[in-house]
């Protein structure tokens, strides 16, 4: 491929994300020539992404690759790629809720399932977890409608209301909802402290500890890693370690930068956003941190904040330990550096002792950006 080549590419926004939407037969077969390509397309590596459609953020340096499919309970393919910015590398460990929640209306606007109005139903496969999403999008006159009035935090202005269910989340990578077996595990930090923790993999894998066991208040904000990065080496080593113990990774060089996800949870309590908006405890039912790659996470997660949701309705978790008993079952607010994300998510423990996921789903809004042509 020379200059001129070019690859039919939209650029979406998803939720708190922002993402290159691909069609997989414009792509070389190739695993490693594809990465090349997508590479290019996002201009890394390059911490500025000057030479692509990157945003130069983790939020906002992902590709969407869809097909149709030839699934019998699936209308389209999904695979999410987390593109490195300094480094040339695309993981696909992971999916990525936020991006999720363009799939549907891409896929409405692409022609790639029948417009039904006012809802057209989605089945979205996720290549990435083989798991089956189902989004429900608002359509007018053919085409997947992004305005409305639904307001979601950490994403200016509002609009249209777009549900997705994850079905079947439990187990999206490790095949259990509690890859260990345990509510509670215990991770040796290398500073010789020993942590509780819970590993939940429910939408996406994650390891859960509470921030007064590592000396955190809970409510840090991305700018506080700036002047205490010791924050994000001690998510990132609780993360790889939790890997390791979830059997995602026979040693922690080997472990994924997308997955599994951190999260540092911490009960509900007053704080101030990263923009100085005041948020009450009343209005959550707990306060977490995550990251996204090698950031702190500026929102938090939607795959991250289901798997969360989940360990809140998990008798005996660390996280069902400090969350408002009303998180149990039902809707889960979480409080986050940009504001407050709901999730709805219900457990319950089958005749064997067993837990199970019974529902996980959110809402949020998605918008598409541009159309046309990236040249590499």
């Given at each position: 491929?020379?200059?001129?080549?070019?690859?039919?590419?939209?650029?979406?926004?998803?939720g708190?994300?922002?993402?290159?939407?691909?069609?997989?037969?414009?792509?070389?077969?190739?695993?490693?020539?594809?990465?090349a390509?997508?590479?290019?397309?996002?201009?890394?590596?390059?911490?500025?992404?000057?030479?692509?459609?990157?945003?130069?953020?983790?939020?906002?340096s992902?590709?969407?690759?869809?097909?149709?499919?030839?699934?019998?309970?699936?209308?389209?393919?999904?695979?999410?790629?987390?593109?490195?910015?300094?480094?040339?590398?695309?993981?696909?460990?992971?999916?990525?809720?936020?991006?999720?929640?363009?799939?549907?209306?891409?896929?409405?606007?692409?022609?790639?399932?029948?417009?039904?109005?006012?809802?057209?139903?989605?089945?979205?496969?996720?290549t990435?977890?083989?798991?089956?999403?189902?989004?429900?999008?608002?359509?007018?006159?053919?085409?997947?409608?992004?305005?409305?009035?639904?307001?979601?935090?950490?994403?200016p202005?509002?609009?249209?209301?777009?549900?997705?269910?994850?079905?079947?989340?439990?187990?999206?990578?490790?095949?259990r909802?509690?890859?260990?077996?345990?509510?509670v595990?215990?991770?040796?930090?290398?500073?010789?402290?020993?942590?509780?923790?819970?590993?939940?993999?429910?939408?996406?894998?994650?390891?859960?500890?509470?921030?007064?066991?590592?000396?955190?208040s809970?409510?840090?904000?991305?700018a506080?890693t700036?002047?205490?990065?010791?924050?994000?080496?001690?998510?990132?080593?609780?993360?790889?370690?939790?890997?390791?113990?979830?059997?995602?990774?026979?040693?922690?060089?080997?472990?994924?930068?997308?997955v599994?996800?951190?999260?540092?949870?911490?009960?509900?309590?007053?704080?101030?956003?990263?923009?100085?908006?005041?948020i009450s405890?009343?209005?959550?039912?707990?306060?977490?941190?995550?990251?996204?790659?090698?950031?702190?996470h500026?929102?938090?997660?939607?795959?991250?904040?289901?798997?969360l949701?989940?360990?809140?309705?998990?008798?005996?978790?660390?996280?069902?330990?400090?969350?408002?008993?009303?998180?149990?079952?039902?809707?889960?607010?979480?409080?986050?550096?940009?504001?407050?994300?709901?999730?709805?998510?219900?457990?319950?423990?089958?005749?064997t002792?067993?837990?199970?996921?019974?529902?996980?789903?959110?809402?949020?809004?998605?918008?598409?950006?541009?159309e046309?042509?990236?040249?590499?």
């Open positions: 491929m020379d200059e001129r080549h070019r690859i039919r590419a939209a650029i979406l926004r998803g708190t994300s922002k993402g290159v939407f691909l069609f997989e037969d414009d792509l070389p077969r190739d695993p490693t020539a594809r990465d390509v997508i590479l290019k397309i996002f201009g890394s590596p390059d911490a500025r992404q000057i030479n692509g459609l990157g945003g130069a953020d983790p939020l906002t992902k590709a969407a690759i869809i097909r149709r499919s030839t699934r019998a309970d699936a209308d389209v393919d999904y695979t999410v790629g987390y593109v490195g910015i300094a480094q040339a590398v695309v993981d696909y460990q992971g999916n990525c809720g936020n991006i999720s929640l363009a799939v549907g209306p891409f896929a409405v606007d692409e022609g790639l399932v029948p417009a039904v109005e006012p809802i057209t139903r989605v089945r979205i496969f996720n990435n977890t083989r798991k089956i999403l189902e989004a429900e999008v608002p359509v007018r006159d053919g085409r997947a409608v992004f305005e409305g009035d639904f307001a979601v935090d950490g994403i202005g509002s609009g249209a209301r777009i549900v997705v269910n994850f079905v079947n989340a439990a187990g999206s990578k490790t095949g909802l509690l890859p260990t077996g345990k509510v595990d215990v991770l040796e930090l290398d500073d010789g402290r020993s942590v509780r923790c819970s590993l939940v993999d429910a939408a996406a894998p994650a390891v859960f500890v509470q921030a007064k066991e590592i000396g955190l809970g409510i840090e904000l991305p506080d700036q002047a205490n990065p010791q924050i994000l080496a001690l998510m990132e080593e609780l993360r790889a370690k939790a890997a390791v113990l979830m059997k995602l990774a026979p040693n922690r060089g080997d472990v994924s930068p997308a599994p996800k951190v999260g540092i949870v911490s009960p509900p309590q007053d704080y101030k956003t990263s923009s100085g908006k005041p405890a009343v209005d959550c039912d707990l306060v977490a941190r995550t990251k996204a790659l090698a950031v702190m500026k929102a938090y997660a939607i795959t991250g904040g289901l798997c949701s989940a360990a809140a309705a998990i008798e005996g978790t660390v996280v069902h330990e400090i969350a408002d008993p009303r998180a149990q079952s039902g809707t889960v607010r979480i409080g986050h550096p940009s504001g407050i994300s709901s999730f709805l998510v219900s457990a319950s423990r089958k005749s002792g067993e837990f199970e996921l019974t529902k996980s789903a959110t809402a949020g809004t998605a918008r598409r950006i541009m046309g042509y990236v040249y590499i």
